[in-house]
Every structure is written in C-alpha cells, then in structure tokens.
C-alpha cells in the first residue's frame, strides 16, 4: 500500500512538469477531477488501469515509474537527523528510528523531500559562516544560502540521470551530421562549419592561457586549446553544438526544474548541455550494446568510442532506457582532500553528501595506485553489498606553472549485478570474508571496532579509559536498546 500512496506524489509532479491543471489530466484519464485530487493527495489508492493511462498519457516506463522513492528520501532523511543538531532531541540516541524515517517517506514524500532540502540549505548556510569565520572575511560578504549546482544535481538525482530528449538530439546530429563510427571529432567539425558555419581552429597555450574553449562570435571561429587531449576535443564541440543548435531545448529542460535565478539558468544549461554532448560521443543503442557485450569493460569502451575513462563511467550511469536497461550504475568523484566534486547515478549511496567518506572503502586507494583498477565488495551496516571499481584519473593542466588535477573515480552497482561486470570475474561473493565493512561516513557508522574511524558516533557515548586503548583513543558505550 506504502507503494500505491508513493505514486500520487509522483503524478503530481508529472502534471505540473507538463505545465497540465488537473482538470486537464483528468479529462485525459477519464476520472473526474476531485479523483484525481484525492489521488495526487495519497487518499485514494492508483489502480491498475489509471496507471496504464498515465503511462500513456505521460510516455514513462511503467517499471520505473513504479519504483518506490521511499530508500532514496530515507538516505536523505538519515544524513539530516544524523546530524548533531539532533542529538539533544531527548531520545534515546538522538537520532530517529529507520522506521520513523520510512514511515515519513511513505506517508508523507513531499514534506521529506522538504525536510531535505531545508536541512542542505542549513549545512552550507552554517558551513559558509564556518568558512567565513576561520578566514576572518569581509563582513559585507554576501552568504551562499544555498548552491546552484547542488540544486540542479538534486534534479537530475531525482529523474535517474537519463533524458529520453537529449537522446533523440543526439541522435538528429548523428543524422545530419552525416557522422560515422570512428569519425566522431571530424564529423562534428564538418557539422559545425556546414549547419552553423563555424570554423574549429586549435589555439597554442600561449594565446588561449587557462581557457580550453572559447566561441568567438566575431571571427565565427570555435577556438580549442592544444593542451585538451583528443576525447576532450570532442566531447568540447559536442558541447558547443548542444548551446547553439539547442538552445531552446535546453532553456526548456531548465525551465521543467521549476528553479530560478540567473545562475542556475547557465549552470543548468550546461549541465543539460553536457549529458548532450556525452551521448553525442556515444549513442545509446550502440554504446548500450557494446557495454552489455563487453561486460562494462571500461578500457575497451574507451577504445570503442574514443571516449576517456571518466566519459565513458559517466555514460554507464545514463543507461535507463526502457527495454534497453543497463546496470544500476552510481558514480562517486572525489579529491585527495576528500572533497565529493561528482555524484550521479541512483537514489542509493555509500556517500552522504555533507560529512565526507568512509576510509575503507576503496575510492581513496585509487590515489596510491595511478593506473590500477581496483575492485571491492563492500557492505553497509544494514547488510547490503555493492560492488565497485576505482581507478585514479587525471586531467591535463596548462604547463609547469599550472598543472593538471587527479582525481579517485568510482563505479558501484548493487552485488546483484556484478556478475555481469567483467572485473567482478574470479570473486566468490558468496564468502563473507570477501566483504569489507564500511558506513556511510563516521558520525553516522555503528561499526565501533573500524580502526579507521576519524570521528566519534552520533549515538553513542563515548567512554575514555587512559588504562585501555583500543582501535581509537576512545571507546563507546552500546546504545540503549
């Protein structure tokens, strides 16, 4: 039933997406308005049929569209009340039951998602006055309240991270293009000058500095620096083809957000602009053929479509297309300060993202082996398995007075999947030896033995014993049952 009362959230959100009054989709359903009204409330129940019009009506894929949001507002729900804000709450522990929390995804979905939002707005109001603080700033200074870039990514998290219309974009500039296999950054050249007559010119460093794109409208030149290796090339002009010939496109998407301001207009339209450009350098039927073929193979996708490593993990995670599903990929990007600059993929996450990352997992072991792959089965506190891959990349910088960045890059997927994968072949996940324990990050992990531990549990006491020292200097206290 839990289920059923999820999906009038969800219609809701459909409708107004469309810009449809409910008189309008209930006219299109063949119920009355007041129905639909106690439908979208979660007072009454969607039946099989009226799912079957919504279907149609709205052109999504039945399967996914009935998938319960439940896990993912409950991972969100539990970074906000893991926070220590509510370690004073007079319960036992602090923080609230998981069935609190699944009680109030269920029931009441729109006011999670708020509570969520509210809590994210409140971390980097009170993590910008830190910052501000430390710093000894310009009292004038304005206060980031709230991120565009967070605002947009949440949107995207929410909607699987795949657009049915920028894969039929894709696919058009393929077509008039005329572009072939193999032939992807040529082909994009010869679509710039004929379609929007603009002449592609590689510029030395010296004259492009920092900047490794620039569209010079005057001279109707695209100007690429000499630094960007030849995928980077491509996937540059893939871009610059997305914010010219679909603009309206792309203002649309960012429009359907329901997000405002100026900055999270651009920053949107890039966003958009670049999943665009990424399924232009690998079309979907192809790329999703090769990938199942090859067993996610990453170096030889790279090959395939003269793609770099991070292009391709970044289009494993877009694979949602219904009869044409891939593995339920995320992707997690970090620094070697441990800063999460990139999150994609699905509603689930061994990431919270305000708290940084649990040591052990094998993210951050990609920065002591540049140029190894390295696999891992780990496994959360409430018992579930993902299988990821990590490997170290890194992007060019602009000489020696400016070098490039690394980062960790990681691939994870659900156990259930990973035989499909072709670096999962030779684990026996069978073995509970196989599976390293991690958390979601240390304030909220009930792992008391972790030898890694950087901080304290929320929900815990900690007792301190200078007679006795264990994985840590301190120990804890089991929480009240």
Request: with cysteine; hydrophobic share 40%.
């Amino acid at each position: 039933m839990s289920r059923k009362r999820m999906l009038g959230h969800k219609i809701r959100r459909l409708r107004r997406e469309r810009g449809l009054t409910q008189a309008q989709l209930a006219q299109q359903l063949a119920i009355s308005t007041s129905y639909l009204n106690l439908i979208e409330s979660n007072q009454r129940a969607v039946t099989v049929e009226i799912l079957l019009k919504v279907g149609a009506v709205f052109d999504v894929d039945l399967a996914s569209f009935a998938e319960d949001e439940a896990e993912r507002l409950v991972s969100g729900l539990t970074e906000v009340f893991g926070d220590p804000l509510f370690s004073q709450s007079g319960r036992p522990g602090g923080a609230l039951a998981r069935q609190d929390l699944l009680d109030l995804a269920s029931e009441a979905p729109a006011a999670a998602e708020a509570v969520i939002t509210l809590y994210r707005s409140f971390a980097e109001a009170r993590e910008t006055l830190r910052l501000l603080g430390e710093q000894e700033a310009v009292p004038d200074a304005p206060l980031r309240t709230s991120s565009p870039f967070d605002q947009i990514n949440d949107w995207v998290q929410g909607r699987e991270h795949h657009f049915p219309e920028l894969e039929a974009a894709a696919e058009e500039i393929w077509q008039v293009g005329e572009i072939e296999d193999g032939d992807t950054l040529a082909g994009l050249v010869r679509y710039l000058e004929q379609e929007l007559a603009l002449k592609v010119r590689v510029m030395p460093v010296d004259v492009m500095g920092t900047v490794r794109r620039r569209h010079d409208r005057h001279s109707r030149r695209i100007l690429l620096s000499e630094m960007l290796p030849i995928p980077s090339r491509t996937f540059q002009l893939a871009v610059q083809v997305a914010l010219l010939r679909y603009r309206p496109l792309l203002d649309e998407m960012v429009a359907r957000t329901g997000l405002s301001g100026p900055d999270t207009a651009r920053l949107g339209r890039i966003v958009f602009a670049n999943y665009l450009a990424g399924a232009v350098m690998m079309p979907y039927e192809r790329f999703w053929r090769s990938a199942t073929a090859l067993r996610y193979d990453i170096e030889l996708l790279q090959s395939r479509f003269g793609a770099s490593f991070e292009q391709v993990a970044i289009r494993l995670t877009t694979l949602h297309r219904p009869g044409a599903k891939g593995i339920p990929f995320i992707l997690i990007r970090g620094d070697k300060a441990g800063n999460v600059s990139k999150r994609l993929g699905g509603a689930h996450t061994a990431f919270a993202r305000q708290g940084g990352a649990c040591p052990r997992w094998n993210l951050y072991d990609a920065f002591r082996a540049p140029g190894r792959i390295l696999v891992q089965v780990s496994e959360m506190p409430d018992g579930m398995r993902w299988f990821s891959v990590a490997r170290l990349i890194n992007k060019p910088g602009v000489g020696y007075r400016t070098p490039g960045k690394s980062f960790a890059l990681a691939l994870a997927c659900d156990v259930a999947h990973a035989a499909g994968i072709v670096y999962a072949d030779g684990i026996n996940f069978r073995s509970d030896d196989t599976a390293v324990p991690i958390g979601l990050h240390c304030r909220l992990c009930e792992r008391l033995d972790c030898d890694q531990r950087a901080f304290p549990p929320l929900n815990h006491r900690i007792v301190v014993d200078e007679n006795l020292r264990g994985p840590n200097n301190y120990l804890f206290e089991p929480r009240p049952s």
